[in-house]
Antibody, heavy 117, light 108 residues
Framework: QVQLVQSGAEVKKPGASVKVSCKAS????????INWVRQATGQGLEWMGW????????GYAQKFQGRVTMTRNTSISTAYMELSSLRSEDTAVYYC??????????WGQGTLVTVSS | SYVLTQPPSVSVAPGQTARITCGGN??????VHWYQQKPGQAPVLVVY???DRPSGIPERFSGSNSGNTATLTISRVEAGDEADYYC???????????FGGGTKLTVL
């Protein structure tokens, strides 16, 4: 069965960077784009960007341009999202999601990133 | 950028029909997808491409899309349907993925 398993919770200080992983299983990793979506506590879903695991091509939301980097390691079917220059407003649950058509059919369980001094 | 507007909350009694709307400029020309999110859980796709259901999603969940409004309809609502629901489209703008603000469905 398709699974996306994310890395564990992180606590970071303002100005630091965080790298969240998303390990895919149950399907061919390079056949489906991976997107990243975040959700602050009590808030809605916010799209961050996409990555094509086959080519490595990426596209980022304007809000995160210059601060986010999405990469992958195809040998271990894992996608990564790194966010730099963290601030308190980046405290949120970060999700990876598999693209199917124009929707997201499978999601990771989420990774809580807390930014606090 | 493209904007999707959802009502913050919808309430319905068990067994009744819940309708959650998603408004957007000429949204009828786009494919709309709906997600259910329960507290502490990741979103789950319940309707894609306006009206199709992924396998495992009950037939009670249906969708429609026309003009400036897309609608998620949940028939014979159950207590377990209580959740936040989000609509989503893929837009041609610089930020291609757009989510609505979410609607909290309360089962009375």
């Amino acid at each position: 069965q398709v699974q996306l398993v994310q890395s564990g919770a992180e606590v970071k200080k303002p100005g630091a960077s965080v790298k969240v992983s998303c390990k895919a299983s149950g399907y061919t990793f390079t056949s489906y784009d991976i997107n990243w979506v975040r959700q602050a506590t009590g808030q809605g879903l916010e799209w961050m960007g996409w990555m094509n695991p086959n080519s490595g091509n990426t596209g980022y939301a304007q809000k995160f341009q210059g601060r986010v980097t999405m990469t992958r390691n195809t040998s271990i079917s894992t996608a990564y999202m790194e966010l730099s220059s963290l601030r308190s407003e980046d405290t949120a649950v970060y999700y990876c999601a598999r693209v199917w058509g124009e929707s997201f059919d499978y999601w990771g369980q989420g990774t809580l990133v807390t930014v606090s001094s | 950028s493209y904007v999707l507007t959802q009502p913050p909350s919808v309430s319905v009694a068990p067994g009744q029909t819940a309708r959650i709307t998603c408004g957007g400029n000429n949204i009828g020309s786009k494919s709309v997808h709906w997600y259910q999110q329960k507290p502490g859980q990741a979103p789950v796709l319940v309707v894609y491409d306006d009206s199709d259901r992924p396998s495992g999603i009950p037939e009670r969940f249906s969708g429609s899309n026309s003009g400036n409004t897309a609608t998620l309809t949940i028939s014979r609502v159950e207590a377990g349907d209580e959740a936040d629901y989000y609509c989503q489209v893929w837009d041609s703008s610089s930020d291609p993925v757009v989510f609505g603000g979410g609607t909290k469905l309360t089962v009375l």
